[in-house]
Structure formats: C-alpha cells, structure tokens
C-alpha cells in the first residue's frame, strides 16, 4: 500500500466551480500536511500547510484534516482559469530533524472559462 | 529575492555518460534538498543538507547518485555512470535554517533524459 494515495485525474471543472481535491494516507505519523500547485515546467509551489488536524482558510482555498479518517483535502472556491495547474499533497512526520515530504502522484485540474 | 536556481534545464545523455546537476539555493537558506519523479511516480526524496553537511541521504538510490554541497552553498548532484531509468525530473528545493520542513521553496527542476 502506498503511503499517500491521490487520484491523478485528470479534473475539469467549469470556471467558477468549487473544487475538491483530496489525499488519503497510511502512516499515522504524519503530522504536517501541505498542498502544493505546479504548474507546467515549474516546480511545486506551497499553497498551504496545516499542521495535525482541522481546517484553514487562506482566500478562496480551504484545506482540511482528518486524522482520524486518514484524508486530507483542498477545496477551491470561484475556481479560474488561472488555477489549471496539477496540485501535489504532501506530508511529513513531526521526528525531530525529519524533513522528508511524502508526496502524492497529484491531480491535474483544468479550469475552462 | 531570487528563487532555486537549477542547471541544466534538460539535459538527454547516453546510458553509461556522466551528467552533473546544479542547484543554487536561496541565499542563506541553510537547508537544501533534492528530489526526483520518475515518469508515472510520485516525487520522491532523494537527500537534505544542512549547509554543507549531509543530514539525511536516505532516499538516495545508489552508489552511482553523488551529492556534493560545495561551503554551504549551491549544490551538484553527479551520476555516473547513467542508466535508463534515472530518466525523470531532479528538483532541488531551499528553505531556512528555522524551518520545521514545511516551507520549502522549489527550483523548476532539471529534465534528465538517458537513451
């Protein structure tokens, strides 16, 4: 079993959809959880981070834990064309000098105006 | 603020050559990471240094992968020889010394191609 599933997509929504993007995971130890956006011939850029479980909100998107469900998800509001991008969760345990990201495959969304 | 810097883009060499990455982290960001995705895969860790000292190079496939940190600042990784399936997208990634693993800033990633 993988450590973080992700379903790879792809995702097309039309512009102004909410989306849902999620993540489900087997280790218990992850206590950081983060999502990030990359785009085409980019690197990952860091949208949000959440550290054990609960909810944040930054503009339009909203990233929540579950713990106990092992399941973590990304919603984005009002979606735009500008959000087309494959976003990557990741996670990490919270070990002292731990600083390995375990990645999902991440899910390409396409937003169409 | 300049970002993660990596050389070269892409780069398509034969099996059985040698090929040198390079990263240049952001300026006084102690920490520097390497990962890889292989085609299909997820990203996945490859080693971390604190300035120029290996701390965790677990993820490292094997002897052929060599990571150098030169003083603390930009980093190579070298492998030699190459085989088929290093193919995939090397990313090196910075963040600061007080930084909990969380806020790393990536570089946009060398294409390495072995034919």
């Known amino acids: 079993q993988k450590e973080v599933e992700q379903d790879p997509g792809p995702l097309s929504v039309p512009e102004g959809a909410i989306v849902s993007l999620n993540c489900t995971y087997s280790n218990s130890a992850f206590q950081y959880f983060m999502w990030y956006r990359q785009y085409s011939r980019k690197g990952p850029e860091l949208l949000m981070y959440?550290?054990?479980?609960g909810n944040k909100e930054d503009g339009r998107f909203t990233a929540q834990v579950d713990k106990s469900s092992k399941y973590i998800s990304l919603f984005i509001r009002d979606s735009q064309p500008s959000d087309s991008a494959t976003y990557l969760c990741a996670m990490k345990n919270s070990g002292a000098g731990s600083y390995q990201l375990t990645f999902g495959k991440g899910t390409k969304l396409s937003v169409i105006p | 603020e300049a970002g993660v810097t990596q050389f070269p883009s892409h780069s398509v060499i034969e099996k059985g050559q040698t090929v040198t990455l390079r990263c240049d982290p952001i300026?006084?960001?102690?920490?520097l990471y390497w990962y890889r995705r292989v085609m299909g895969k997820e990203i996945k860790f490859l080693l971390h240094?604190?300035?120029?000292?290996?701390?965790?190079e677990s993820g490292m496939p094997n002897n052929r992968f060599l990571a150098e940190r030169t003083g603390g600042t930009y980093s190579t990784l070298k492998v030699q020889p190459a085989e088929l399936e290093d193919s995939g997208v090397y990313f090196c990634a910075s963040s600061q010394a007080t930084d909990r693993g969380y806020g790393y800033t990536f570089g946009s990633g060398t294409r390495l191609t072995v034919v």
């Open positions: 959440t550290y054990s479980s």
């Open positions: 240094f604190v300035k120029e000292s290996k701390q965790d």
């Open positions: 300026s006084g960001h102690d920490n």
